[in-house]
Every structure is written in structure tokens, then in C-alpha cells.
């Protein structure tokens, strides 16, 4: 499976708009991007996905780059509710499943 | 149209006993994936199922751990003579077969092995 690199954490303010980034340079023409979110203590749960152009949804906007190789994750305006690990995923849509590989994430930490 | 269900949310057992985390998809979905997560660790891929048929079971550890999804009832993972290591939070996701790429979580079996 192709690989994410994600910074360890990030903070924000509540209020302001958060960009959380992700390197994909191996990204085959293929990968969807997709991103989960964790909150403490509870499942994953799911974000935003795209293919090549960029995605808009009630929870975040994605921005693809051109070249794939990088995305970004948009939160217009952060709360306390979206502080949790947020994770950048690859996946191949198959007929065999869709199993996800989670890295290790960024986690995002919203201070008043 | 409840989410993903989970149960028990906590299971404590002594090494040697049986585990059974049972998952109760969202309805309409039939496709059910199972994920661990170790503590401070990433969620790791364990299995997939079908109704009545594992599709994918390559995370799957190869002794001691088993999964059915039948056709009537929950999913089930079961960890057979439970050892310490397997103390972790034990997630179960559901798909629809029209929309295989989004993964629907439940809240988690927290497994402790004392």
C-alpha cells in the first residue's frame, strides 16, 4: 500500500480555520484519499474522501493537489469537539474489500 | 437508523479464558471489518466478512483468534485462551454494498487480560 506522512500534532484556536497536511509522493493513479478522524476514547469515524478534484462536505473541505501528491484537510472553524487524531489514509476501492491502513496521524489540539 | 453497534463495550478476563466481542452492523450493511488498536498504537486491520463468508482474514492472528458473520445475528470475534497482550480496543466497522468505500465505526470492545 501506498504511504502517508503526516506531522505528529498540530494546534489551533477555536474559531480559526485548521489545514492539516498529508504527503502521499507514492500515490498510484488509483488511491482515493480518505480521512478518518478518532476522538478520545471512541471509534473512527469517517471525514472526507477524493479522487482528483477538490471536496467539499458539512465536516471539512479537501484540497488535492495537482500532482496528488499531497492533500490537505480543511476544518473552516475549529472546536473543541474536532480536537482528536486525524488520519490520512490511501485505499484502493477493490471488490475484495476495502481494508483501511492507518498510520499513526495527526493529532490536532484546540485551545480556546 | 442507529450506528454501529458494539458489545460489551468492556471485557475484563484472566489469561486462559475465552473473549467474545460481538458487532451489530448498521442495517442494510453487509460488509463488516474488524480493527485492533494496541495501546498507543494505530488501528490495525484484522478481517473482513460477508454475511456467512470471510472475504479477507489476513490480519488475523493465526492461532486463537476466529471471526463469523452469520446470517442472522451479529458479528463475533472470538479470542480463544486470551493472553496479555491481547489487552485492546477491538473495533468493528460496517459498509452498504453501494458505497464499499466509506467505513462506519463503532465505539470499540475495550479488552483488558489481567
Known amino acids: 500500500d501506498a504511504k502517508t506522512t503526516q506531522p505528529n500534532s498540530m494546534e489551533s484556536n477555536e474559531e480559526e480555520p485548521v489545514h492539516l497536511p498529508c504527503n502521499h509522493s507514492?500515490?498510484?493513479?488509483?488511491?482515493?484519499i480518505h480521512w478518518y478522524r478518532q476522538l478520545p476514547s471512541q471509534g473512527p469515524e469517517y471525514v472526507i474522501h477524493?479522487?482528483?478534484s477538490n471536496v467539499n462536505n458539512r465536516m471539512a473541505s479537501l484540497a488535492i493537489a495537482e500532482d496528488r501528491k499531497s492533500s490537505t484537510l480543511i476544518l473552516h472553524r475549529a472546536t473543541l469537539r474536532d480536537a482528536a487524531v486525524y488520519y490520512c489514509i490511501l485505499l484502493i476501492l477493490t471488490g475484495g474489500g476495502n481494508k483501511l491502513t492507518f498510520g499513526t496521524g495527526t493529532q490536532l489540539k484546540v485551545e480556546l | 437508523n442507529a450506528g454501529v453497534m458494539q458489545n460489551p463495550r468492556h471485557l475484563v478476563r484472566r489469561r486462559g479464558q475465552e473473549a467474545r466481542l460481538r458487532c451489530s452492523p448498521m442495517?442494510?450493511?453487509?460488509?463488516v471489518y474488524w480493527y485492533r488498536q494496541l495501546p498507543e498504537e494505530g488501528l490495525k486491520f484484522m478481517v473482513y466478512?460477508?454475511?456467512?463468508?470471510?472475504?479477507?482474514e489476513s490480519g488475523m492472528p493465526k492461532e486463537r483468534f476466529s471471526a463469523e458473520f452469520p446470517k442472522e445475528g451479529p458479528s463475533i470475534l472470538r479470542i480463544q485462551q486470551v493472553v496479555r497482550g491481547d489487552s485492546a480496543a477491538y473495533f468493528c466497522a460496517s459498509s452498504p454494498p453501494e458505497q464499499q468505500e466509506t467505513q462506519y465505526f463503532g465505539p470499540g470492545t475495550r479488552l483488558l487480560v489481567l
Open positions: 442495517k442494510g450493511h453487509s460488509h
Open positions: 477524493g479522487l482528483t
Open positions: 466478512l460477508q454475511k456467512e463468508n470471510i472475504i479477507d
Open positions: 507514492t500515490i498510484s493513479g488509483t488511491d482515493y
